[in-house]
């Protein structure tokens, strides 16, 4: 829970840069240089400078939430900035929690959003009193367990309400575009090819798949000359495949997290965003070696 001083250093001295420059409104988008300040000592360089790589990395940041990048949250995020500068205190105590209370809020609030339950800070705040009291009256191992049995009961009910909701947005979609239902979390498109049985569970075949989002821009792709059904992929990709015969290529569609799972954000998309999957079925290409002996 210490905070790493030269973290620290160096986010005051950004927000020192960035202090400074309080004289201007806040929609001025006029850029200062070095030369605009006049008497600038060693350490006010380093405050330039580390100001400015600090910015930079608000824009990096502004890439992956394109909402930071209007005038409106750079200006937001100033007032923020300057009114964390101001609550600095000559107090390394006071500052460390000034610094966990901020991430506390922030986690919080974040939880609160992802599991679409309150959080009662007042709760927070005194269970850390408490703790603050006398540590031998907590049991780590007890604490952690009584966390991880509440959070897996809200994980549970989340991905039972993100499956419904999922599972509506596939079954209007699959009627406007009269896909084939194969389960409330699969639909499929007409294939083409392919000849013979089904395959089935257990079977060896020759596998490729292209994953695309929503735009029907692919995002990845698995190939596989040998795969053995069942054994590989779970869930959807087991399911489409058990509907098809080889030779065949089909267009299948479920939701992100019924495929992806914690992936999904790594590919940009909402757990229940509609995700498609193409796959095509050919033969294996290892073939079983036959013993001319024994005629097997």
């Not at 829970?1 to 409104?25: D, P, Q, R, V």
């Not at 990395?57 to 949250?73: F, I, N």
């Not at 540590?135 to 309400?161: H, M, N, P």
Request: net charge negative; hydrophobic share 35%.
């Amino acid at each position: 829970m210490k905070i790493n001083k030269y973290a620290a250093s160096a986010a005051i001295l950004a927000l020192t840069a960035l202090a400074s420059c309080s004289g201007n409104s806040e929609g001025d988008n006029k850029v200062r240089q070095m030369a605009d300040y006049k008497g600038m000592s060693a350490g006010d360089s380093v405050a330039y400078y580390v100001g400015q790589m600090a910015s930079f990395e608000y824009w990096q940041a502004a890439r992956q939430d394109t909402l930071m990048q209007s005038r409106e949250a750079r200006d937001a995020y100033l007032k923020g900035l300057r009114a964390g500068y101001d609550a600095l205190r000559d107090d390394d105590a006071y500052n460390q929690g000034y610094y966990m209370g901020m991430q506390l809020a922030m986690q919080m609030k974040e939880f609160s959003g992802d599991f679409n339950t309150s959080v009662n800070k007042s709760i927070l705040v005194n269970s850390f009193e408490d703790g603050l009291k006398n540590d031998s009256i907590l049991d780590r191992g007890e604490v952690q367990r009584g966390f991880t049995e509440v959070t897996s009961a809200l994980q549970a009910r989340k991905e039972a309400e993100d499956r419904k909701l999922a599972e509506e947005e596939l079954k209007k979609a699959g009627t406007a575009s009269k896909w084939q239902a194969v389960n409330p979390s699969l639909y499929a498109e007409t294939g083409k090819g392919g000849e013979g049985a089904l395959v089935k569970e257990g079977e060896s075949v020759g596998f490729s798949m292209i994953i695309s989002d929503t735009k029907g821009k692919p995002i990845d792709r698995r190939e596989n000359p040998d795969m053995v059904v069942g054994k590989m992929y779970a869930g959807p990709v087991t399911q489409a495949i058990l509907t098809m015969k080889i030779g065949e290529t089909r267009t299948f569609h479920t939701y992100a997290n019924a495929l992806l799972g914690r992936f999904a954000q790594r590919y940009g998309m909402k757990g229940t965003e509609i995700v498609s999957f193409t796959i095509t079925l050919s033969k294996a290409e290892a073939q079983p070696v036959v013993n001319e002996e024994s005629g097997n």
